[in-house]
Each structure stands twice: as structure tokens, then as C-alpha cells.
């Protein structure tokens, strides 16, 4: 086998969490999926997927420093050290370890696109919102930290290293594809991510759905308008081919009869905005979810400029 094979040989067809497992990493069943094997040894916290586009390929992500990723081979020579040909050569004599307790590392996962492994990754080394905390969400934009700290929020917020908002958004099935990124003068999506659906928290006794296109809009109406059984949902901008059913089945999914509400900003990309929520009403075919539409009065305006006007909400203490 040459040098090029040998190579391929190793990232696809030794399975990288029983190498972890060999080297002393235990896999931590609570934040792992069936995509995704989440593995600690000491202070280290990895994340290890396959790559669905290069046969199968493991590979590995570090939460505790981004640099530290890739294959299997960068893998074991960011930890046992040496040149390209020491890794090799301790590849070459790696066998599956035995006498580890059953759980230890996951046998199989299904296979996902690297983009979207990284996504995952990423979203797993991010920090929950202590308190509701947070100086652009509570300051700039008059968020109450009540709101962002409640149960119906609960991990549908981050902050990031550099102490970005973060909001997940989802496909079906619930599967993280992509987050948000805000912060002063700052907006961006994951590198690689899709732009699904951010969805706050379900409960069964929900009777109520807000849609908008922005998560800062959904969330600056629900706390102008609180209602303790209502669901929130956003686009992160137009609704999408993809975004539709998404849309379509959260109307249907809802567990009471009851009300959805868009808010909608005051411009024709509002405007296009509730014409698209409305055909994914119709498609539900929910006749017992009643539909309207709340705009702020003033042109170009959405319902954060309504909150921000306002003025500060009186600071809720934190826990001593």
C-alpha cells in the first residue's frame, strides 16, 4: 500500500472514537448524538463525526482550542507528537481496545456534512447566557434579562469567546445547521451552517405561535406582548424554500387550538415576510389557529425600535 492509501486507509477505516478510547478518552453520552460522539480526557473536550461527502472520513474538533482539528492523523500527532512517519507507524499497530466498559465510545454514527459537523461543534464550546445577562441584548437593545433567562429561552441562546449572541437554528427533526451572531455592530451566520428555523422552547400547554423574521423582533414583541403559552419562531430573514415546511409544521404541531401572530416589520420586505407566513397557515390546514398580523405604526420600523422607546427595564438582580 503506498504512502497516499496507506493515508486514506487510516482516516476512514479506523474508527476514530475507539482510538480516543485507547488513548484514555471517555465519551460523555449526555452531549453526544447520533451524529456526533463528544469524548473528555482531563481537560480535554472533543467532538468526533464522519464526513458524509469523503467516504466516510472520521474526523475530530477540540472545544478547547479551535486550531486543534481534522483527521485521525492530526489527531494523534497533536497528542502523541513526532513526525508524519511516527503517526503512521502508530496507526499501522493500532487494534480496537479491549476490557473498556461497554459505552465507552459508540461503535457507529451516522455520517453528516463536515460544514455542518463544525456547526455542532462550535455550538457545543459556547457558554449559556449567565442570568439572562447580556450587555447588547439587555442594553442596546432593551431586552429584559427575565425574558432571556426564562425556561420558554432555555439554551436557545448562547454567548460565544468573544462574547456574541448566539442563536441555533434548526431543520427537522430538531438538528442543529446554523446560528446567529450578534452583537454591536456585528451580525453574521456559521461559516458552512444553514439557515433553518430558530425555534424557543414547546411545552404541551402552548396555545399560541409568534412568527417574525428576525429572533431580536420575535423576542422584543413577546416582550411587549408576554404570553406564557406562546411559542416563538424565526426566519433570520425572507422565508426560504427551505423554511417553509419547517414553518408549515410548526402550525401543525401546535397542541391546542389557539392563535399565531406575525409580527411583521413596516417595509415591503415585511410585507413579503407575512405573505409567505400566511400560505404556511393555509398549508397547516389548522381552521382552529386563527391568524393576524401586528405591525409597529411607524414606517421602517420593527417592534425592537417599539421596545428600545420604552426606555430601560428596571435590572432584575442576579442570584448572590
Not at 489527531?75 to 473498556?100: I, M
Not at 455542532?120 to 447566557?129: D, E, K, R, T, Y
Not at 439554551?155 to 442543529?176: C, Q, T
Not at 428555523?197 to 411545552?203: G, I, L, N, R, T
Request: net charge neutral; glycine share 10%; hydrophobic share 35%.
Amino acid at each position: 500500500m503506498n504512502r497516499t492509501a496507506e493515508l486514506k486507509h487510516f482516516k476512514t477505516c479506523i474508527p476514530l472514537p475507539a482510538y480516543a478510547a485507547s488513548i484514555g478518552y471517555v465519551l460523555d453520552a449526555k452531549d453526544s448524538t447520533k451524529r456526533m460522539a463528544v469524548m473528555r480526557r482531563g481537560g480535554d473536550k472533543i467532538a468526533i463525526q464522519r464526513d458524509s461527502d469523503r467516504d466516510g472520513h472520521w474526523f475530530y474538533y477540540s472545544f478547547r482550542d479551535e486550531r486543534d482539528h481534522g483527521s485521525i492523523i492530526d489527531f494523534d500527532q497533536s497528542r502523541n507528537g513526532g513526525s508524519l512517519g511516527d503517526v503512521r507507524r502508530r496507526l499501522r499497530n493500532f487494534s480496537p481496545p479491549s476490557g473498556l466498559a461497554a459505552g465507552s465510545y459508540p461503535t457507529t454514527l451516522e455520517p453528516v456534512h463536515r460544514d455542518l459537523g463544525a456547526v455542532v461543534a462550535n455550538w457545543q464550546g459556547f457558554q449559556p447566557l449567565p442570568f439572562g445577562q447580556h450587555d447588547y441584548l439587555n442594553l442596546a437593545r432593551q431586552l429584559p434579562a427575565e425574558l432571556l433567562g426564562s425556561p420558554r429561552l432555555a439554551d436557545r441562546l448562547r454567548v460565544d469567546h468573544r462574547g456574541n449572541a448566539v442563536f441555533p437554528f434548526y431543520a427537522a427533526g430538531g438538528e442543529l445547521v446554523g446560528y446567529a451572531l450578534r452583537n454591536e455592530n456585528y451580525k453574521s451566520f456559521s461559516s458552512g451552517g444553514i439557515r433553518g428555523v430558530w425555534a424557543s422552547k414547546c411545552f404541551a400547554d402552548d396555545t399560541a405561535l409568534l412568527f417574525a423574521e428576525g429572533v431580536i423582533t420575535a423576542l422584543s414583541y413577546h416582550a411587549l406582548h408576554p404570553d406564557p403559552h406562546r411559542r416563538l419562531f424565526a426566519t433570520g430573514g425572507a422565508v426560504s424554500d427551505l423554511q417553509r415546511p419547517l414553518l408549515t409544521a410548526a402550525i401543525q404541531n401546535l397542541p391546542h387550538p389557539g392563535e399565531l401572530v406575525i409580527a411583521q416589520d413596516h417595509d415591503p420586505a415585511g410585507e413579503t415576510f407575512m405573505l409567505a407566513i400566511l400560505a404556511c397557515w393555509e398549508a397547516a390546514g389548522r381552521p382552529d389557529v386563527t391568524c393576524r398580523t401586528m405591525t409597529p405604526p411607524e414606517p421602517g420600523s420593527d417592534f425592537n425600535d417599539l421596545l428600545r422607546a420604552l426606555g430601560p427595564a428596571p435590572a432584575s438582580p442576579q442570584p448572590g
